[in-house]
């Protein structure tokens, strides 16, 4: 039989006293401190103004400036002219895309000067006189009114666009004898809405940046195949010029590409500057054939590709162009194809089976492919390897339209009357340049805003993902960013609305595609308590039996003095 010691009073105190101060400490200091060092690390982030990313309301507005020349106003109409106020015409889009469009106008008479360069020969040299003369800023237009019977025009042109920000308007209703200011104006308006919708961005264009954010079925069919063959905005992107020789025994091509580059790449590049970063590489690919076997044509003696056959074209020669794994931008392929000499010629034919007389095509969103055939190099007495000198400005005249495509720059139908002067060795139009950037500014502003509002949307279902301060700081300085751009979009200020929008699109991603955020540095809380609970389930048994054992001597020790009282 065994027999329990029997404790003296002070050693069951100092064993109670123990029991509690041990659970005191457990509850006070370590589950506290357990939950403090098991919870996830979560920044603060700005959730008010995120939430009112999803409520952005973007207003467009165009700084129009309006010159009235010589003999296109009547003397008291010309005096009201410094006194009329700038006026504003605001539009409503519709439902597509939900933007504001203002477009805020100012009239004023020609100077002298002005009025010396449309005084030119030609309007291309009184265009290039104006610029010299005006300082027009980004996204802005000026419309200079000339006389119905001014020189500078053919009777049957009515619109003379530059490669500057300015245009020649016929004023046909100007010098209406009688007739106020107010009439005037008001009879310029659908002449100068058509100029604006030229120069200026439309609503193809919006609509066009904005493909991804409308709701199905409210995206036009030209908008959605100009934003299928444009490349989305980026911060970058790769450019390769790449030469493809499949006969090398017979053919020994050469190619200045260095110096066509110059002549015709880098100064489009250039004006594209404030768009993208680009960065521009060659390369010569022998023994590279193409996916599909040309066909003969009899008639035409030559071999021809099809239509239908030109998807096939690209993957087998894809696989030859070097992996673009170093750089997430994306990559703008130029193929310059020449034809063996048993295949030699071959034409590209396009779905009314009519010979393409550039010879080449574009994927969309990919590049473009040229098929350059050498004329006249066979003979029965041939020595092979044939030296070949290559066109380069025919190719790169076709390369260079392929890539206004490929940028986003759309082709600008002319209204009827209308004459746009060509771009020049630029290569774009400073108007035309204008228009890229109000729709990039647009998608930009729209795809960061998606991004962080998706990005805030997942971080705030699922509560254990963890936010380290970079994500947090990137997703301020894009918000802040956002910001920035919108007033600058309702300032007018196209340039730094772009920049903005840059800096905008570049932390989004940063902070959307965070490492961090894909690691397993968080688990739920069902997994915690998995985990910890064998850990800790030893130790708190003890320390419960013990609160338990207390309480219930403390409940008794009660009831005794109830029942000596009684």
Not at 149 to 163: E, I, K, N, T
Not at 232 to 252: A, M, R, V
Request: proline share 5%.
């Amino acid at each position: 039989m065994k027999v329990r010691p029997v404790l003296s009073d002070p050693e069951k105190q100092r064993g109670r006293s123990a029991a509690v101060a041990i659970a005191a400490l457990v509850i006070a200091a370590g589950i506290p401190l357990w939950w403090k060092t098991t919870e996830t690390y979560r920044a603060w982030l700005p959730a008010a103004r995120i939430g009112e990313l999803e409520a952005l309301q973007l207003e467009l507005r165009v700084e129009v400036e309006v010159v009235f020349a010589r003999g296109t106003l009547s003397p008291e109409q010309q005096k009201k002219v410094p006194a009329s106020r700038m006026r504003e015409q605001q539009q409503q889009v519709d439902d597509k895309t939900g933007l504001k469009f203002t477009y805020e106008t100012r009239f004023r008479t020609a100077t002298v000067m002005e009025e010396d360069a449309l005084n030119q020969p030609t309007a291309a040299e009184a265009d290039h006189a104006l610029h010299t003369l005006t300082e027009t800023s980004c996204g802005s237009v000026v419309i200079y009114i000339i006389p119905e019977a001014s020189a500078l025009l053919p009777q049957d042109m009515r619109v003379y666009v530059g490669r500057s920000r300015t245009a020649l308007l016929r004023s046909q209703v100007a010098s209406v004898v009688g007739a106020g200011l107010p009439e005037v104006l008001a009879a310029l308006d659908p002449q100068m809405e058509q100029v604006l919708q030229t120069m200026s961005f439309n609503h193809q264009d919006v609509t066009a940046a904005l493909t991804d954010r409308l709701r199905p079925g409210l995206s036009t069919r030209d908008s959605l195949a100009d934003s299928m063959r444009a490349f989305k905005s980026s911060p970058g992107y790769e450019i390769t010029f790449s030469l493809l020789n499949p006969d090398p025994k017979h053919h020994q091509l050469h190619w200045d590409v260095e110096a066509a580059l110059d002549a015709y790449i880098y100064p489009l590049l250039h004006k594209m500057a404030p768009v993208a970063n680009f960065s521009v590489d060659s390369q010569i690919l022998y023994y590279a054939v193409l996916g599909v076997n040309p066909r003969y044509d009899a008639s035409a003696s030559a071999y021809t590709l099809s239509a239908d056959s030109l998807a096939h074209v690209i993957n087998p020669v894809e696989a030859r162009l070097g992996s673009n794994a170093a750089s997430s931008n994306p990559v703008l392929n130029f193929l310059l194809y020449v034809p063996d000499s048993l295949h030699s010629p071959l034409i590209i034919r396009n779905d009314q089976k009519q010979e393409v007389a550039s010879n080449a095509f574009h994927s969309p969103r990919w590049g473009g492919i040229m098929v350059y055939n050498v004329d006249g190099a066979y003979g029965n007495d041939t020595q092979f390897p044939v030296d070949i000198a290559i066109d380069m400005s025919r190719v790169m005249g076709v390369f260079l339209s392929q890539l206004r495509l490929m940028l986003g720059f759309q082709q600008t139908g002319a209204p009827p009357g209308f004459v746009l002067e060509a771009a020049g060795r630029e290569g774009v139009a400073e108007w035309e340049l204008d228009r890229l950037l109000w729709s990039r500014s647009v998608e930009n502003v729209a795809t960061a805003s998606a991004s962080i509002t998706s990005l805030a949307q997942l971080l705030d279902q699922i509560a254990n993902i963890v936010i380290n301060d970079n994500i947090a700081q990137q997703v301020a300085s894009a918000v802040t960013a956002l910001q920035a751009a919108v007033a600058e979009l309702e300032a007018g200020n196209l340039a730094l609305a772009l920049e903005h929008s840059r800096e905008a699109i570049s932390a989004s991603e940063r902070a959307f595609f965070d490492p961090s955020l894909l690691h397993l540095l968080y688990f739920p809380d069902d997994q915690k308590f998995a985990i910890y609970i064998p850990l800790f389930l030893p130790m708190c048994v003890p320390i419960l039996l013990s609160l338990l054992k207390i309480f219930r001597e403390v409940q008794q020790h009660r009831a005794e003095k109830r029942a000596k009282r009684d």
